[in-house]
């Protein structure tokens, strides 16, 4: 085993600069081991729930590794009880989820996350039935403290030495998956599996070529395997963009090719594969940290945006703020595009428009010549992309698509807003703190996703 393997896997805080929080933060080496153990009971605990779907609630590192599993899984043609990641306060979305038959799972490793505490309130509202509830928390946080006082049918506890988007192999991804029906025994089993000094290589290698100008990481990814682009890209830019550096991963099913992309293949054939993925990609990503000479387990810009939305919301009514009309979008982009750049498609918008949004990103990077182009919802990616867009490197365009007409109206039960209020705080805080990094911002009003690009 090389010296930078063995230094990985006994915890050596050294590797990465002074002061880090590594320390606290690298329970995700061994958790797979831990849960293989809780495996079986685990799934037979999952099994006993007496509900035909689960609704999750959660946000950042406690969503999107579970809605790979979703995805991949139904892709693949998979059985197994219905999963719904509800990671988004989009009232269309929202008010669009069932709650017939469904069990929840409230899932938030501070226990305190705005977004995940304002959907427990609306579901509670509708299902105030302990019985239909468990908790996915830190120990001693508020969440924990509410399961506990309400009577959640169970609350599991997870290490608090896991960050959320390295949480995936812990009870944050496996609890999902258990109630979904997945094989998480295998998953564990896979991810042992990983061959570590693989692993290291690839993290020296996007950290080497990141240093050497080619810092667009572009995950070619299997189109039955498409939403483990999701995952990766929230690993990648929260661990390493910062400092004004960082590996921008750009997540796609062709190649694509340009002088600052750093091209790599991610193979996988079977839904159990997914367990070596995650294993492999948290290793090579807190590597490339090492070779950046940044701390891949913080988050200094993440609580910007969350603060100034929490300004925001104390200071309704909302601001008005200017927004393009989607004929201005296209001069604006080959206006403001230089070699090195980046766009970053982030769209305030109902969920369920993944095909139409995949199609605007690749308008868009067609009409600027192959440039890199990365989508995603909000505010899904304020916990975790987002953390790039502020702290990497200045060469994105970020482009805000927001719904051009009304917001349906949906409650937050004891919130003095609606759904609708926050999601539009959300982009508009996230805009503060774009702006205050400098970097170069549009709001766009969209009726449909098919005017872009």
Not at 66 to 89: C, K, N, Y
Not at 221 to 233: D, I, N
Not at 392 to 412: H, K, T, Y
Not at 425 to 435: N, V
Request: net charge negative.
């Amino acid at each position: 085993m090389t010296k930078l393997a063995k230094r990985l896997l006994e915890r050596d805080p050294s590797l990465w600069p002074v002061p880090n929080v590594a320390p606290e933060r690298l329970g995700w080496l061994d958790v797979p081991r831990r849960m293989l153990g809780e495996a079986r009971e685990l799934s037979q605990w999952a099994a006993a729930v007496p509900h035909g779907r689960v609704v999750l609630l959660g946000m950042g590192g406690s969503s999107l590794g579970p809605e790979v599993l979703r995805a991949t899984r139904d892709t693949l043609g998979g059985g197994g009880r219905e999963l719904i990641v509800l990671d988004t306060t989009d009232p269309a979305t929202i008010q669009s989820t069932s709650v017939e038959d469904a069990f929840f799972l409230v899932s938030s490793k501070s226990g305190t996350t705005l977004e995940v505490e304002a959907l427990l309130a609306r579901m509670w509202s509708m299902v105030p039935d302990p019985s239909r509830y468990a908790a996915i928390t830190d120990p001693g946080t508020p969440l924990a403290t509410l399961a506990e006082r309400r009577g959640f049918l169970r609350t599991f506890v997870n290490p608090a030495d896991i960050g959320g988007r390295y949480s995936v192999l812990s009870y944050f991804g496996l609890v999902p998956a258990a109630l979904a029906g997945l094989e998480i025994d295998g998953l564990c089993e896979m991810a042992l599996d990983t061959d570590i000094e693989e692993a290291v290589e690839l993290g020296a290698h996007l950290g080497n070529e990141a240093r050497a100008g080619r810092d667009k990481v572009t995950l070619i990814v299997p189109e039955p395997f498409a939403s483990f682009g999701l995952w990766v890209e929230q690993l990648i830019a929260e661990s390493t963009g910062k400092h004004g550096t960082g590996c921008v991963p750009v997540p796609t099913t062709q190649p694509e090719e340009g002088p600052d992309r750093n091209p790599v293949t991610v193979e996988a054939a079977k839904l159990l594969d997914l367990g070596t993925l995650f294993y492999r990609w948290e290793v090579a990503t807190a590597v490339a940290g090492h070779f950046l000479a940044i701390d891949p387990f913080d988050e200094p810009n993440v609580s910007e945006s969350k603060a100034n939305t929490k300004a925001v919301l104390e200071s309704l009514p909302l601001p008005e703020v200017d927004r393009a009309e989607p004929g201005e979008l296209a001069d604006w982009l080959t206006e403001s595009f230089r070699p090195g750049d980046y766009v970053s498609l982030q769209a305030y918008l109902p969920y369920g428009q993944d095909d139409r949004l995949e199609g605007a990103r690749r308008r868009v990077r067609d009409r600027l010549g192959g440039a890199p182009v990365t989508a995603g919802y909000g505010p899904r990616f304020l916990h975790s992309t987002g953390q790039l867009h502020k702290g990497g490197p200045n060469s994105v365009l970020a482009v805000q698509l927001l719904r051009a007409g009304d917001q349906p109206f949906v409650e937050i039960p004891d919130h003095p807003y609606d759904f609708g209020t926050l999601l539009a705080a959300q982009a508009l805080g996230d805009h503060q703190s774009l702006k205050k990094h400098g970097r170069r911002v549009i709001r766009v009003a969209v009726d449909d996703l098919g005017s872009v690009g």
